[in-house]
């Protein structure tokens, strides 16, 4: 016999589930009065949209995209309100290949590679412009390989975005949808941008760059790091209705019975999961066939690794962001400086910065890689790219492993989340958020919190979600 009922169970204090709970907080003040229960496994909200800090330096979990799309007024009005200092920075980007930097996107500053290369991606530029004049591209390329090649030219994903989109998702080009190309996360930019033959030419004439920012993009970051919008946010909900330290253990579906890890039983009208939703799967009881399409859910892991670093950045990266690494060599695909997105990401008092190294990788079908191995290859990385020359410059270090890392779009995804997503609604589960709902496209934080308030005014009030059906909406 159930312990307890509840309107809405939540599972997951992340973006989503806090998105869900702040709804239903807000559904209350107006009249209505939803009983729900939030509960999540770890010790305090954020999921992996939080942070830590160790030795006066702040790391994410990754590198967070925070660029409130323009669709989402609710949630920049929320942000506002929040007693959160910000700060604000210009975007600067780029890639790191061979020595080089190389402003974001990459693709269309090109003139900044060899010479012997630039002109084998100026002639491929040319080859697929050529190619769509007369006709000859009539049929879309579904897969990411095909897609970047029939776009770019095989010189230019040979050479650059092939390698990198290879590292960043740890999957054969040939096994990943092209869906999400088109989309935004956040930038005026889509996430892989294209490229013009006569700009690309004229910046190598003018030995111009094309960033995709200039003087006056700016965005904002919160002091604290971005575990700290989550922190407060999750101040708005009822804390008599959260319970961290507690999980998910089982789920009858038919009765609308959640078996908790405290060995409490609820009984739910409906259930909103942002936990991984292979892993919800596998927790269903008495529908064998929905669990084992767990099975068929493809994913990244990923290794965050942080520095704090004795000394100065160059001086042409002491304002850059981020750094996108295809080079074979170097282990990670992406390296954020938090130290120069919110001088606060690094302690007071001396000359130093920070480092935050992505790496991507199959889920192990064995044994794990250890922290220590995984450091040894980021230090190895940072002392290839000459950004340390020892490792006595390193003051600190800080490695996590994801499990979930990113929720991969592969070749067949909508057609697997089409099946398993109403099944799971007829029983009264909604599964959102990043990889509740496994969709790329919709996985930025503001993505999943409002995935978590459509969520909860879909059990409420009935009104139709926007978020997780309609992606092309949200981020046009």
Not at 353 to 364: K, N, R, T
Not at 437 to 455: C, I, L, T
Request: charged residues 20%.
């Amino acid at each position: 016999m159930p312990n307890d009922n509840v309107d809405v169970l939540i599972v997951g204090a992340g973006p989503c589930g806090l998105g869900a709970a702040w709804r239903l907080e807000e559904h209350s003040r107006s009249g209505a009065a939803p009983s729900y229960l939030v509960i999540d496994n770890h010790t305090h909200p954020g999921g992996w949209a939080r942070s830590t800090s160790k030795d006066g330096f702040t790391f994410d979990f990754g590198g967070h995209v925070f660029f409130p799309h323009k669709h989402y007024h609710l949630f920049g009005e929320l942000m506002a309100r929040l007693p959160i200092q910000w700060a604000s920075s210009c975007p600067e980007r780029g890639t790191w290949t061979d020595g080089r930097f190389i402003p974001y996107p990459v693709q269309q500053n090109i003139h900044r590679l060899p010479f012997a290369d630039f002109l084998k991606c100026v002639r491929g530029i040319a080859s697929r412009r050529v190619s769509r004049s007369l006709g000859h591209d009539s049929t879309p390329q579904s897969d990411l390989d095909s897609y970047l090649t029939e776009t770019f030219g095989h010189s230019l994903n040979h050479i650059l975005l092939g390698p990198l989109n290879r590292k960043m998702w740890a999957y054969p080009l040939r096994e990943l949808d092209s869906n999400w190309v088109t989309h935004r996360s956040g930038s005026a930019a889509c996430n892989i941008p294209g490229v013009n033959l006569q700009s690309v030419l004229w910046q190598f004439m003018s030995a111009k760059d094309s960033p995709g920012w200039n003087s006056e993009t700016k965005v904002e970051y919160p002091i604290g790091g971005s575990g700290e919008i989550w922190k407060q946010v999750a101040r708005l909900s009822n804390p008599a209705k959260v319970r961290y330290g507690t999980s998910l253990v089982q789920i009858d579906p038919g009765e609308h019975l959640a078996l908790l890890s405290d060995g409490s039983v609820y009984r739910y009208a409906h259930l909103i999961s942002a936990v991984p939703l292979d892993n919800l799967l596998r927790l269903v009881r008495y529908q064998r066939d929905l669990s084992e399409m767990a099975g068929l859910l493809k994913y990244s892991t990923s290794y965050v690794a942080g520095f704090g670093i004795r000394g100065l950045l160059p001086a042409h990266l002491r304002k850059v962001h981020s750094l996108l690494v295809p080079d074979s060599d170097i282990a990670f695909w992406r390296l954020t400086f938090p130290s120069n997105v919110a001088a606060s990401n690094a302690p007071s008092g001396g000359p130093c910065w920070s480092g935050l190294c992505e790496v991507s990788e199959l889920p192990a079908t064995g044994r794990a890689l250890s922290n220590a191995a995984i450091l040894r290859k980021m230090v190895s990385g940072l002392l290839k790219m000459g950004l340390i020359q020892n490792e006595t410059e390193i003051v600190t270090q800080w490695c996590e492993r994801l499990e979930h890392g990113y929720p991969t779009p592969f070749l067949g995804r909508d057609e697997v989340l089409n099946e398993i997503q109403p099944r799971l609604e007829k029983f009264g589960i909604l599964s959102r958020g990043r990889f509740g709902g496994w969709k790329y496209e919709v996985s930025n934080q503001d993505h999943a919190f409002m995935q978590g308030v459509e969520a909860a005014d879909l059990t409420m009030l009935g009104t139709p979600e926007e978020t997780y059906p309609s992606a092309h909406l949200v981020n046009s």
